[in-house]
T-cell receptor, first 111, second 113 residues
Framework: DAGITQSPRYKITETGRQVTLMCHQT?????MFWYRQDLGHGLRLIYY???????DKGEVPDGYVVSRSKTENFPLTLESATRSQTSVYFC??????????FGEGSWLTVV | DQQVKQNSPSLSVQEGRISILNCDYT??????FLWYKKYPAEGPTFLIS?????DKNEDGRFTVFLNKSAKHLSLHIVPSQPGDSAVYFC????????????FGKGTKLSVIP
């Protein structure tokens, strides 16, 4: 039972580069989410998806793009990385909201 | 405006005693609440949840209490164990069909052997 896997786990990139964080879940959950965790802010929602081809903005979407062509994948792209996007990114999924499962995180540093 | 507040950044408890972690919320539209535990360099792990139609939910050593009139919930861990040492996040969402969680900033629990 693989659950949710995120890749890469650790990434260093330069300002202005495009970066894609991958998220894959094996449960066929309808709902998927991307959160970022920063010191002093807890976890904040970037984007979410209710099903394949349905996505919507969360609290902090600026500078990010998502897509969901398949139910099991929900990649997050930073089109032009900035230092303020240095953070830990968590992908999550749920079938119904009673229990929302998180991946292990992707640590991104933008230099 | 912080809609979910965990006012204690840290808490230390002796092994075997009760740990009580508190959470307050301001959004009266929240109707489902979840607690997560997080170890360093790992993702949040779901612990326990409660619907707004209940005032208590229990799962083993973990019990969550919800006081809707006070907009307050608490997580009780009895007995506390050293392995419970982690950061605990309170989270909430409103309305089925979105499940967008709003998180508190977390409370770091240290259980002292």
């Amino acid at each position: 039972d693989a659950g949710i896997t995120q890749s890469p786990r650790y990434k260093i990139t330069e300002t202005g580069r495009q970066v894609t964080l991958m998220c894959h879940q094996t449960w066929s959950h309808s709902y998927m989410f991307w959160y970022r965790q920063d010191l002093g802010h807890g976890l904040r929602l970037i984007y979410y998806s209710a099903a394949a081809d349905i996505t919507d903005k969360g609290e902090v979407p600026d500078g990010y793009v998502v897509s969901r062509s398949k139910t099991e994948n929900f990649p997050l792209t930073l089109e032009s990385a900035t230092r303020s996007q240095t953070s830990v990114y968590f992908c999550a999924s749920t079938p119904s909201g009673n229990t929302i499962y998180f991946g292990e995180g992707s640590w991104l540093t933008v230099v | 405006d912080q809609q979910v507040k965990q006012n204690s950044p840290s808490l230390s408890v002796q092994e075997g005693r009760i740990s009580i972690l508190n959470c307050d919320y301001t959004n009266s539209m929240f109707d489902y609440f979840l607690w997560y535990k997080k170890y360093p360099a790992e993702g949040p792990t779901f612990l326990i949840s409660i619907s707004s139609i209940k005032d208590k939910n229990e799962d083993g050593r973990f019990t969550v209490f919800l006081n809707k009139s006070a907009k307050h919930l608490s997580l009780h861990i009895v007995p506390s164990q050293p392995g419970d040492s982690a950061v605990y996040f309170c989270a909430a969402y409103s309305g089925a069909g979105s499940y967008q969680l709003t998180f508190g900033k977390g409370t770091k629990l240290s259980v002292i052997p």
